[in-house]
């Protein structure tokens, strides 16, 4: 499988008056291969969301962004703003975590979703219509010209996300990017935007990079899985073989404290402590403060990415603790 | 590929059409101020079109004086009486729609022209921009509108064009503010940068999801403020720096009538009954509008 998107060393530095006030994102190494999903997951502030909008180039204007992120052979972050606009809805686009603020309320969706079709296939105002029809039609809105024309405040929110879906494959884009496309939705409405991702997926084989604080949501969606803490990947690997065998002490706790794996009756396993802000914190580990296997080394040395078995790679001193 | 429906409650209800012109209907079976607002805007507009067939006397409604006839109280001859030069008082409100609506229109339109966009701008941009409009828009708000008014038309000398010109110029800076406003609590919604995400062009944003979502507060205050434009205009003729005489004036017309108020009341009362009625129709007018043209106010 050829790597769609590489981000390499992926550092975002926030600033204020010159000066670096946080460090957000301090070397994430990621690919989504071609018709692959990859899952980023961690806790919030970890960088998962920030991650996914440096590959549309979406930061803050106070961010500032360094690395490199390859998208089909070309550079992102290195391209012209008119480059970007061609790539943005078209080749990449976005699913929200809120559909319910992400449509301009005082245009109907359909026109919202032919203006980005018209605008990136060059179709005329006709043509558009009819794949808007076709396209709503194939997200599973029933009477998709009927939908068409009404306002985002008059649908549901599993109608609207399935129209947000509708407008981010429109353009038949190569990569979706979907930040917590179902953390606004109610759990079976939830399960079906998965489905019909899925099923989208399978249909149009583009890779997608989900974004979610779900590891049993990521689990599931998910070919491969990056966990991300304090602006660095620690484990990274096939879906099965991380979620069976987690080699980082983050993982684990992290896994430890779903909801389904707990004992019933007893307090449920939470990871003590919290993420570190330091501006550049302690040379060591950032996950030691918190972490039940530490040792003298992980204070002095921070442990690099290092593969552990065939496509599993580990940011532990003890990766090989039991 | 299969057609699959989230729950039977997700199906939108009728799929009902909520074009602006239904909303309007909808808004006006509610309210029927909105009704009364609307309906006196529509009839001043008519009277100010019609003026020369409407009026009793036309030639009088232009100025022409009738000495003889003059000071006359209501009566059937003459329904609102008749002014100090013997001319009819009821041709002359009916021709005064004319300037009335027309100033008013004209210094609306313009200052939203004027201020709309380079507020726009500058609350998209930001920095030195921002800084530089406001601190512009600051200077002008500095002095109260009516006085700045006074003034410019004072130093263009009095007519109706300089006092337009004169409140356009006192006026832009409220909608240039309004609009930056606007447009920043509105940058920063989800949904342009939604918009940004699927590759929309800035300008495109600005003047298609930005403007569309500034319409109502914009057109909302334009309405109410078309009303406080006549009443400056108003001010403007009643102190002698805006109309002059022989004009249909309104203002004009109640300074005219003001040293014989008590004796002979006409001649202010009816000019004055038309401006309070024009006005009070925009002030209607602007809160119905803001119903008919939010979407989302359609079912409340």
Redesign the interface.
Do not use: C, W
């Given at each position: 499988m050829s790597a769609l998107l590489e981000i390499e060393d992926l550092r975002v530095d926030f600033s204020r008056d010159g000066h670096v006030t946080s460090r957000a994102l301090r070397g994430v190494s990621l690919s989504v291969g071609e018709g692959e999903a990859v899952g980023v997951v961690g806790e919030t502030g970890c960088g998962k969301t920030l991650t996914g909008l440096s590959v549309l180039r979406m930061l803050p204007e106070n961010a500032r962004a360094s690395g490199r992120i390859t998208f089909e052979g070309r550079d992102l972050l290195a391209l012209s703003t008119r480059e970007l606009r061609e790539v943005r809805g078209s080749r990449v686009s976005m699913v929200f975590q809120s559909p319910g603020t992400s449509f301009n309320p005082v245009f109907a969706v359909g026109d919202q979703i032919r203006m980005v079709a018209e605008r990136h296939l060059g179709l005329g105002r006709k043509e558009a219509g009819r794949l808007v029809v076709e396209t709503l039609g194939s997200v599973g809105l029933p009477n998709p010209s009927g939908v068409m024309r009404l306002y985002p405040h008059e649908l549901s929110g599993g109608m609207l996300q399935r129209a947000m879906i509708a407008m981010a494959i429109i353009c038949r884009p190569s990569l979706l990017i979907a930040d917590e496309p179902t953390t606004a939705l109610d759990v079976t409405i939830a399960q079906q935007i998965l489905r019909l991702l899925r099923q989208l997926q399978r249909e149009q084989g583009f890779g997608v990079f989900f974004i979610s604080h779900d590891l049993d949501l990521v689990g599931d969606f998910c070919d491969r899985i990056a966990v991300l803490y304090a602006g660095r990947v620690v484990e990274t690997g096939a879906t099965g073989a991380l979620l069976a065998r987690p080699r980082h002490p983050y993982t684990r706790a992290l896994l430890e404290a779903l909801p389904g794996r707990a004992e019933p009756g007893t307090p449920l396993p939470t990871v003590p402590g919290t993420v570190p802000t330091e501006l550049d914190g302690a040379p060591g580990c950032a996950f030691a403060p918190r972490c039940p296997l530490v040792v003298d080394r992980c204070l002095q040395e921070r442990p690099p990415l290092a593969p552990v078995s065939n496509g599993h790679a580990s940011a532990c001193h003890r990766s090989d603790a039991p | 590929?299969?057609?699959?429906?989230?729950?039977p409650d997700?199906?939108?209800a009728p799929?009902r059409?909520?074009g602006a012109t239904s909303r309007a209907f909808r808004v006006l079976r509610r309210k029927p101020s909105a009704l009364l607002g609307g309906g006196i805007i529509v009839f001043i507009a008519f009277v100010a079109l019609a003026a020369p067939v409407l009026a009793p006397y036309p030639a009088q409604g232009r100025g022409l004086a009738d000495v003889p006839a003059r000071d006359l109280p209501p009566s059937s001859l003459h329904w609102f009486g008749t002014d100090h030069l013997g001319r009819d008082v009821l041709s002359r409100v009916i021709f005064g729609a004319r300037p009335a609506l027309g100033v008013s229109l004209a210094v609306v339109v313009l200052a939203v022209l004027v201020g709309v966009p380079l507020g726009m701008i500058a609350g998209y941009r930001g920095g030195w921009l921002d800084e530089a409009l406001m601190r512009v828009t600051d200077i002008f708000l500095a002095f109260p509108p009516l006085l700045l008014a006074m003034v410019i038309s004072a130093l263009l000398g009095a007519s109706l064009l300089h006092a337009a010109i004169a409140l356009v110029i006192s006026w832009w800076p409220w909608y240039a503010r309004l609009a930056r406003t606007v447009t920043q609590s509105l940058k920063h919604?989800?949904?342009i940068?939604?918009?940004?995400?699927?590759?929309?062009?800035e300008p495109l944003i600005l003047t298609?999801?930005v403007l569309?979502?500034a319409t109502t507060p914009i057109l909302v205050q334009a309405t109410v403020d078309a009303g406080t434009v006549i009443l400056a205009v108003g001010a403007l003729a009643f102190l002698g720096l805006a109309a002059q005489p022989p004009t249909p004036d309104w203002g004009l017309m109640v300074a005219d009538g003001r040293t014989t108020v008590i004796t002979e009341w006409w001649i202010s009362m009816f000019p004055g009954l038309a401006i309070f009625t024009l006005v009070l129709g925009f002030n209607l007018l602007g809160d119905v509008l803001r119903d008919v043209l939010?979407?989302?106010s359609a079912g409340r």
């Open positions: - | 590929m299969s057609v699959t429906i989230d729950s997700q199906l939108p799929y059409s909520t919604e989800p949904f940068d939604a918009a940004r995400v699927f590759g929309v062009r298609r999801h569309r979502n939010d979407p989302r």
